[in-house]
């Protein structure tokens, strides 16, 4: 066989193998609940947090089983801090969660550091900037589902603060894919994040 015939039956069973198999390159790795690296998992409880190596940011993963981190909950904004600087506070308790009285983006942060989410006791608001990271235009619910699965085409809180009457931040929109100013009476869902 010529030497330009062998390079060619080489290359031929490659061309072959399908897409699918090849990998794909991302820069998310699934973190299981003791937060060490795990297999991407979908369904009503999948793999609580995923790291993106790329910022090393650790984001909180959306479960459907009607627990803390459902993905069906909302929050109001609020943030009882901003007082000291003489900004509103937001709106206290005024989304629907299973955990009444914690029903806003302060509440939910500290109920989630409390369950120590993946090992870990220093979850977030994301940033504006933080969460637009996320943003895959080109899926449908503009995030990378096989990482974020039970993920809504909603607006999602930031911490990004914007001085409002009655407070509010920013939200970045998963049905759009953009940001804007959010007023802290709506109730919307909640993504932490946790890392530099």
């Known amino acids: ?9 080489l290359a031929f069973p490659l061309a072959l193998l399908p897409v699918s198999s090849q990998a794909e390159s991302t820069p998310y790795v699934a973190l299981d ?5 795990t297999v991407p998992k979908a369904g009503p409880r999948p793999h609580p947090c995923v790291l ?18 459902d993905k069906d909950w909302s929050y109001t904004w609020y943030d009882k801090n901003k ?20 029903c806003d983006t302060a509440g939910y942060v500290v109920a989630t550091n409390k369950r120590r989410l993946c090992g870990f006791s220093d979850w977030r608001l994301p940033s504006a900037e933080e ?7 080109e ?20 911490g990004t603060y914007v ?14 894919g953009m940001s804007l100013a959010g007023n802290s009476v709506a109730a919307a869902p909640v993504r932490l994040v946790r890392g530099p």
Not at 85 to 97: N, Q, T
Not at 142 to 157: G, L, M, Q, V
Request: hydrophobic share 30%; proline share 6%; aromatic share 10%.
């Open 1 to 9: 066989m010529s030497p330009s015939l062998r390079i060619l039956a």
């Open 33 to 37: 609940a003791k937060g060490k690296k």
């Open 52 to 69: 993106d190596t790329g910022t090393g940011l650790i984001w909180e993963v959306k479960t459907d089983d009607k627990g803390p981190g």
């Open 83 to 102: 007082r000291d600087e003489g900004f509103p506070v937001g709106y206290a308790d005024g989304g629907s969660c299973t955990h009444k009285g914690s």
């Open 131 to 137: 969460l637009e990271s996320l943003l895959r235009p």
């Open 139 to 158: 899926q449908p619910k503009k995030i990378d589902e096989r990482f974020f699965p039970n993920s809504r085409a909603d607006y999602y809180w930031s």
């Open 163 to 176: 001085a409002l009457d009655v407070g509010g931040a920013m939200f970045v929109s998963f049905a759009h």
